[in-house]
Nanobody
């Protein structure tokens, strides 16, 4: 069994910063792609950023230049540094991790609210 535990969400004013973390634990053999998605009320879940096991990154156009995804393979943890936050970034953020053997898992979600 694998568990993903997210942390770092909260309420911040526009222009502020937050750092999300997602730590994996359990029966982990190796970790492949890791990423962050978000879902705002009434909208579909959308990709925010992904990072491969080699460190190659991909970002949604809406967050390029403001968000940075990184990972610590020794800790099986993925991070999302969010700067210059905007009200439209308000959403529940979910981490996504693909593991060898055991497959894909979602985190439980963490709320990010940006006030104007």
């Amino acid at each position: 069994q694998v568990q993903l535990v997210e942390s770092g969400g909260g309420l911040v004013q526009a222009g502020g910063s937050l750092r999300l973390s997602c730590a994996a634990s359990g029966s982990i053999y190796s970790t492949n792609a890791m990423g962050w998605y978000r879902q705002a009320p009434g909208k579909q879940r959308e990709l925010v950023a992904t990072i491969t096991s080699r460190g190659n990154t991909n970002y949604a156009d809406s967050v390029k230049g403001r968000f940075t995804i990184s990972r610590d393979n020794a800790k099986n943890t993925v991070y999302l540094q969010m700067n210059s936050l905007k009200p439209e970034d308000t959403a529940v953020y979910y981490c996504s991790v693909s593991f060898a053997v055991v497959g894909h898992y979602w985190g439980q979600g963490t709320q990010v609210t940006v006030s104007s």
